[in-house]
């Protein structure tokens, strides 16, 4: 349950699409990392907030209490911290696992790829930030998605507007899960979760409530500098400053236009102390209407500063920025996008089919395929001793092979190949 296989079609559909993610995170000069599937229970307890429930647990024979990678951030800060490593900029792409109620048609499984490109060090505030959003916003266009906005919080503002509002420190990491779910609820049923199972008072509620629901660009940061009572949070005010900044780094980079400052964005985990954001994909519904209607959150990310400390027996600390792109999420938006345009997808890279028009010719074939492997060519002929050539040809049009080379007995006595264009008929001896 919550997992599957993938035919050939969706493996090489699942290839292309990685390979794009890939070629972005070594653009931005990222080295590879690669880390076990199992961590120790302890590595991963604590760091998930209410997700830490979804965690696999194992137990080996040894009685060492293991668990399945929840994601690709921990193991990093993990490997961090036993390297005793200040400084890295990696990317890593592997599967994760949740022991979540599968919704498969949503893209929701117990096993997935995430693919994670991070920034560990102490680097000027919001450069290594601004860059992780340059990535998001490089990929999302090159992937031709459809229309998105990358949504941008902090989360010492959003501690701030909780401080101000009233909520005692305690009850913070549980207000934000709840704030959390402000883009698939309306506000009325989030105050009511805040009132009713968090325990905040109505008043703390309607007070998160007026700022929550703003967002904006750097116009909304100035007015939220000037609040009279946010701008009197040490925390909150550090935030805004860094939003500011950030926001002047990324009008250099060209893409303010596709950002949104939300002070609703809360993301749920444990580990974030700073920037936080998430790229959301738009739908127009039907034309007349202005309002786009978002599909889902398809990457994520931000600052966790503290994560790394908790490794370290000394506690020392690595600041990290990173992003997670959404890959099964964007995967079934393109496989749905497939189907629906009709378009066959290659599943092999063959560049050229071995083929012979006559009987008593395996030996030919045989050897000529070779040469072509031997050359690196991406070659392949049919198991057979004597196919028909139709039946060669009709496998060339099946599989998309765009040429045949054919060696019949006068090629043989020319000593020369007959190279035929699949598609055209177009035939030249060489």
Known sequence: QGTRDHPPAQAALRERLL??????FKRHGAAAIDTPVL???????????????????LQDQGGELLALRYDLTVPFARYL?????TNMKRYHVAKVYRRDNPATTRGRYREFYQCDFDIAGQFDPMIPDAEC???????????????FVIKVNDRRILNGVFAVCGVPESKFIPACSTVDKLDKVPWEEVRSEMVGEKGLSPEAADGIGEYVQLH????LIEQLLQDPKLSQHKLAREGLGDMKLLFEYLTLFGITGKISFDLSLARGLDYYTGVIFEAVLLQQENQHVEESVSVGSVAGGGRYDGLVGMFDPKGRKVPCVGVSIGIER???????????SGEKLRTTETQVLVATPQKHLLAARLKLISELWDAGIKAEMLYKKDPK???????????G?????????????DGVVKLRDVATREEVRM
Do not use: W
Not at 81 to 85: F, S, T
Not at 216 to 219: A, I, S
């Open 389 to 399: 050539l139709l039946k060669q040809l009709q496998y060339c049009e099946d599989t």
């Open 81 to 85: 911290a036993m390297n005793k490593i």
């Open 401 to 413: 092979i765009p040429l045949a080379a054919i060696v019949g007995e006068q090629e043989l006595a």
């Open 330 to 340: 964007i995967f079934s938006i393109l496989e749905q996008r497939l189907e629906a």
């Open 216 to 219: 904006g660009g750097l116009d």
């Open 19 to 24: 390979s794009a993610v890939v070629s972005c």
């Open 39 to 57: 961590e120790l229970r302890e590595t991963l307890m604590g760091k998930y907030g209410e997700d830490t429930k979804l965690i696999y647990e």
């Open 133 to 147: 959003l340059k990535i998001v916003h490089e990929i999302l266009t090159d992937l031709q998605l459809g229309d």
